[in-house]
């Protein structure tokens, strides 16, 4: 390649990394303002995952310059996404009890337990149409599990969803475990403020639908206190349901 056509190269290049990183600035600061933002093909793990692959692109193209706003901000989105949830990993425990849960939307959350188990069952309205399942069962201590499907639900009754789970789990005196499809991702405002008043915390690395479906929006989370973690954790679609089983493992005596 002559020299013109590599300064016409680079030229280009230029001006591609200076439009990516205005880009990036503007979808970083929106983000931030407002987790809301996101459309269905792109939020904040995508503008993580892109701000990630310029950065490696910018270094192997030696520009350096770019390759420090790209780590800037792909730190910036990491942060973000780390408070409030795992990407990869799930957090792992070793309790001394282990408990399985199975999401299936053609399947009762009673079926998945033994009888002699169960305790207390039923279903909570948390907004409108909308209904949570749970599970009381005895591991030692008391277990109260809560499943959820909010896929289907609008944006502006999530405050209303969220303010009755919260008040559903402050009547219970026992640990809880909620898991199933949200309908939104854990860095959504909603989703933050009930994790930040509820004291639950994400246990699962990011699940998407439809297999390894990046443009899709994570939505199914499971949700638990401090000495819980997840051992196994696996997803799979049946005829365009997401079914998830998930080994739970926790500690009963220091709940």
Request: charged share 20%; proline share 4%; aromatic share 14%.
């Amino acid at each position: 390649m002559g020299y013109l056509s590599q300064k016409k190269l680079h030229t280009r290049e230029n001006i591609v990394l200076m439009i990516m990183i205005a880009v990036v600035i503007v979808l970083t600061a929106c983000f931030v303002m407002n987790p809301d933002c996101s459309c269905k093909y792109f939020n904040l793990f995508h503008l993580y995952c892109l701000t990630g692959l310029l950065s490696i692109y910018a270094i192997w193209r030696q520009k350096y310059k770019a390759a420090i706003l790209f780590v800037i901000f792909f730190l910036i989105n990491y942060i973000s996404l780390a408070a409030y949830t795992n990407i990869f990993l799930s957090d792992d425990f070793d309790g001394t009890q282990s408990l399985e849960l199975a999401f299936n939307p053609k399947q009762k959350l009673i079926d998945s337990f033994d009888k002699t188990e169960i305790m207390n069952a039923g279903a909570i309205i948390v907004a409108k149409k909308y209904t949570a399942h749970y599970v009381l069962v005895n591991k030692q201590t008391p277990l109260m599990i809560i499943e959820v499907d909010f896929s289907r639900a609008n944006k502006a009754d999530y405050p209303l969803i969220f303010k009755h789970l919260h008040e559903f789990i402050l009547k219970n005196d026992n640990p809880v475990i909620i898991f199933g499809k949200f309908g939104i991702p854990a860095w959504s405002k909603p989703f933050k403020e009930f994790i930040n008043i509820s004291g639950l915390t994400v246990k699962n690395r990011l699940i998407f639908d439809r297999g390894f479906n990046i443009f899709a929006t994570p939505d199914f989370y499971i949700l638990g206190f401090r000495d819980m973690g997840i051992k196994d954790i696996s997803a799979t679609c049946d005829n365009n349901d997401m079914l998830v089983r998930a080994l739970i493992a926790f500690n009963p005596a220091k709940i």
